[in-house]
């Protein structure tokens, strides 16, 4: 893409200083956020070099940027991830957050116990992991509960608990522990999840002997599963590393215009857990790799590790400081070896993807852009399309879906009852529903300041469409792109029309955009036909409750809500209906006309 000469004039004045940018489109939506040492530079290579991939389609949308001056390099760091996630701009890494992998924690207590635990605070506690999966730290947990126990009951009960019992609590429960034995067991615990086992299995050994000499031939039975654990579970590992310090590693492999990313988490001298991530490269790989090690950590309020293994080429200075752990690049020995695999298995990650994408693109991104250029518009991403359900006009709804790049985005789609407020009250008048759900949607995403579509395809001919034209133009004062998908006197996909006079776009029948406004036709048809049955069901079962004697409105509306069909109202006791607040006769009253075989009947032929 050329600059024109408003952006000519931009660039010109772009300090050569630290700061974030922010890259819009035709509609002034951002659609990229990026951080730069050098303002200057990094800007005007978007629009003086050559691209490939999806850099080159970001570039091709560009049509304004902003930025943001900032002090140094580590506040353009902080300013990009605060701007990326209030923004979600389409062209940027989008890591979804949570909690993610489980953690055993020993608790700051007087009395402390140990427990698994997804959310980190800063309490005092002791933390260990992450663990692979729930699984995997549960064992570690029951093992250690078993092997050098805290506290398993809630304490102070003035006698025994069962835990003390088995040899699992200390006896908070009825006695005062001394401080010094928590300690002690405590630290034995670090020197296990640490990865010293030697020790421990050994104790075990021997207690396992001397239950089999006395005869305690179950206790030497648990003894021998806890060994069985440690060898199965624990010594199985792989040791990868000659110091239990928990350490995570990152490397990429950069090609094609993408970037893969794998992350190695070494925990008690074992790799623990790997995860791999694949995306478009905007930007340089180093200031890529940054960007997504500090959304990597943010996103997932997690423990971090002593220290973070990187390339040598990433700022490690600024990141350290942002984070505040050490990042280094090792040279030689295990650590080096360490980073070459995470390297080479970026690599094979990536070249699985190309060969998956080339057969992917054809049919999702490639499609949809025959579709806009069939339309004679620039490229978009988003498509929402809708399409009504009714029968003889009793119980109309509307249903939209979302695609994104020729997928659908399920997250996207809604559902809408027809609520008929827009002066007509007939379900079957295709106009008037059109203008509700239209209105009710965009109206809603400007009220709420979110992205709109690029373009909105209505199932239906041109009365369908002149409404949404009218809606959005004259009514929100908001110009997306329309068409109506029109069918054939088969029901099948036939065509695109546009405009007012509802002019027929022409759509090669074997070209996989055809193809692909045939999946989207089918789609939000499928979607609205399944919530219309839905609908019709519930209040179909509705009208046969207001005949059962004493279901007023609120419990019909309490049964609807908890049940939502005959099938599972049957199924309920008595007891789950009065404990939903509903008197015990009208309870019996309800089971015994659902269970009359007259009342089924009756219920199916409507």
Not at 142 to 163: D, T
Request: glycine share 6%.
């Amino acid at each position: 893409m050329l600059a024109t000469e408003y952006l000519e004039h931009k660039l010109s004045l772009l300090p050569p200083r630290p700061g974030c940018y922010l890259m819009k489109d035709i509609n002034s939506k951002i659609i990229y956020v990026g951080k730069a040492k050098n303002l200057k530079n990094r800007v005007r290579s978007y629009f003086k070099s050559s691209h490939e991939g999806k850099t080159a389609r970001l570039v091709s949308e560009i049509r304004d940027f902003e930025t943001i001056i900032t002090s140094n390099d580590k506040e353009a760091f902080l300013l990009e991830i605060t701007l990326i996630q209030k923004h979600q701009p389409y062209y940027n890494i989008k890591l979804k957050r949570g909690t993610g992998y489980p953690y055993i924690k020993i608790t700051n207590e007087r009395d402390p116990k140990m427990e698994i635990t997804g959310l980190i605070k800063k309490d005092g506690a002791y933390y260990f992991g992450p663990y692979p999966n729930v699984w995997a730290a549960s064992n570690t947990l029951n093992f250690l509960q078993k092997v050098y126990p805290l506290r398993r009951c809630q304490g102070n009960l003035g006698r025994p608990c069962l835990y003390y019992h088995m040899g699992q609590c200390l006896g908070a429960c009825f006695q005062t522990v001394p401080k010094e034995k928590y300690d002690v067991q405590i630290e034995k615990i670090k020197k296990f999840l640490g990865g010293n086992v030697g020790e421990v299995k050994h104790q075990l050994e021997n207690r396992m002997e001397k239950a089999s000499e006395k005869m305690e031939f179950e206790r030497a039975a648990e003894l021998r599963d806890q060994i069985k654990y440690i060898e199965t579970t624990v010594e199985k590992q792989k040791i990868i590393s000659n110091d239990s310090t928990p350490r995570d590693i990152f490397n990429y492999y950069v090609e094609k215009g993408w970037i893969s990313i794998q992350i190695f988490f070494i925990r008690q001298a074992r790799l623990m857990k790997r995860e791999k991530k694949v995306f478009a490269c905007i930007n340089t790989p180093e200031e890529e790799l940054s960007t997504f090690i500090l959304q990597f950590y943010n996103r997932r309020n997690q423990v971090l590790p002593k220290e973070i293994l990187v390339p040598d080429n990433l700022d490690k200075d600024t990141l350290s400081q942002v984070l505040n752990i050490p990042f280094r690049t090792p040279q030689r020995g295990q650590k080096k070896d360490l980073m070459d695999m995470a390297a080479e298995n970026s690599k094979l990650v990536l070249q699985e993807k190309f060969r998956l994408m080339e057969l992917d693109n054809r049919q999702t991104y490639g499609a949809q852009k025959q579709i806009f250029e069939a339309l004679d518009l620039p490229y978009g991403h988003v498509i929402e399309s809708f399409d009504h359900s009714h029968i003889q006009g009793t119980n109309p709804v509307s249903a939209m879906v979302m695609f994104k790049d020729g997928r659908p985005e399920k997250s996207g789609y809604r559902k809408y009852k027809i609520k008929g407020e827009v002066e007509h009250q007939s379900g079957a008048d295709e106009a008037a529903n059109t203008r509700e759900v239209i209105y009710r949607r965009y109206s809603r995403l400007i009220k709420e300041n979110d992205s709109l579509p690029d373009l909105i395809l209505m199932d239906g001919g041109i009365i369908e469409l002149r409404a949404v034209m009218d809606v959005l133009n004259n009514e929100l004062g908001i110009d997306i792109p329309v068409a109506g998908m029109v069918k054939d006197d088969h029901h099948n996909t036939s065509h695109l029309i546009v405009g007012e006079d509802g002019l027929e776009v022409p759509l090669d029948r074997k070209s996989q955009g055809f193809y692909l406004l045939q999946r989207i036709q089918d789609e939000v048809h499928r979607f609205a036909i399944t919530f219309h049955r839905k609908t019709r069901s519930k209040n179909a079962l509705s009208s046969q409750l207001d005949n059962i004697q004493g279901v007023g409105p609120k419990i019909r509306t309490k049964l609807l809500k908890k049940f939502g069909s005959v099938k599972k109202m049957k199924e309920a006791s008595i007891d789950q209906l009065t404990e939903m607040g509903i008197p015990k006769t009208t309870a019996q009253t309800i089971k015994i006309t659902l269970a009359s075989t007259d009342f089924h009947k009756k219920y199916h032929k409507g």
